[in-house]
């Protein structure tokens, strides 16, 4: 009966010192996590299950020269519960500064394509982010000069869109963001001999619009939106003029045609109304400079 009352006490003393030791452990070693370590795509030390997937890859770096040095660099804001990454030509990412066991990370958006109107960089798109609903999450990111490049501002006007203001000193000059500049001498041609095919008349406003989308698609600036077809089909199609390209032909002609009976009756003194005549206007437009053109002006 002795020595198992001392048995009991020597088990009641160990549970003691045990107690005692964790208590101390839990005090004197534990950690308080400020915030999740989930950061996106761009946290390499996460094994790859355990980040966030994006469903499609960033497009390759364009637009200004001069922004191409963002490239690799990323910036980032917290707003409320939520920290949001910046990651230029590459994505945008959301994370909820929360303790909760199901706190939110998630795409915003993978660099896309530029955003342009009237000669001028207004935006970039990062497109295919996280599923919302029946759609992805997609984000605008707008530049504004500033002395110093940060992200200032995340608004969601509508549910799943989301608007990302990034101030820089790399657009404050005036011409920074022009589209024309950034283009390529061969490109730049296309875009003058456009012009000048709007400019006589060959082409509508609309043919025109088509022109520079394809030309701000050969330049990467744009995301391209044509139908791909196999090798014997676009051979076959390469033979075949377009529908613009055999209408200056027939302008061509039909000026001849005028030509030779204007001076077939100036022979032989009988008058005719030069005033059509005199009002045509010729035009020689390539081949390569009038695809995609659905705004033809009927010139018969």
Not at 93 to 118: C, D, K, M, V
Not at 166 to 175: M, Q, R
Not at 222 to 246: H, I, T
Not at 267 to 284: K, L, M, Y
Request: proline fraction near 4%; charged fraction near 20%; glycine fraction near 6%.
């Amino acid at each position: 009966m002795h020595c198992l009352f001392n048995y009991t006490l020597h088990l009641i003393r160990l549970l003691l010192c045990f107690c005692m030791f964790i208590n101390y452990g839990l005090c004197g070693k534990m950690k308080i996590v400020e915030e999740p370590n989930t950061f996106g795509l761009n946290n390499p030390f996460l094994a790859q299950g355990s980040r966030l997937q994006p469903k499609v890859s960033a497009s390759p770096v364009s637009g200004p020269a001069h922004l191409h040095r963002l490239a690799g660099k990323c910036f980032s804001l917290i707003e409320s519960t939520y920290k949001y990454e910046f990651c230029p030509f590459h994505n945008i990412t959301q994370h909820e500064q929360s303790f909760r066991w199901n706190a939110y990370s998630g795409i915003l958006g993978i660099w896309q394509e530029w955003e342009i109107a009237n000669n001028t960089f207004t935006g970039m798109w990062m497109r295919e982010g996280d599923n919302c609903g029946t759609k992805n999450r997609e984000t605008k990111v707008i530049l504004i000069c500033s002395n110093s490049s940060r992200l200032v501002q995340v608004s969601e006007p509508s549910t799943c869109l989301y608007s990302l203001t990034f101030e820089t000193p790399l657009v404050c000059h005036p011409h920074s963001l022009l589209v024309y500049p950034a283009l390529t001498e061969t490109l730049q041609k296309e875009w003058d001999e456009a012009e000048q095919a709007r400019y006589e008349g060959i082409i509508t406003d609309q043919g025109y619009n088509n022109l520079l989308k394809d030309i701000f698609e050969d330049a990467g600036f744009l995301k391209s939106q044509r139908v791909k077809v196999n090798m014997p089909e676009a051979a076959a199609n390469s033979e075949k003029p377009n529908s613009l390209d055999k209408c200056a032909k027939d302008f061509q002609k039909q000026r001849q045609e005028i030509e030779r009976l204007r001076a077939l009756l100036t022979q032989h003194n009988i008058p005719f109304d030069s005033s059509e005549a005199n009002g045509t206007e010729s035009a020689t437009v390539k081949d390569q400079h009038l695809r995609g053109d659905n705004g033809l002006i009927n010139m018969l």
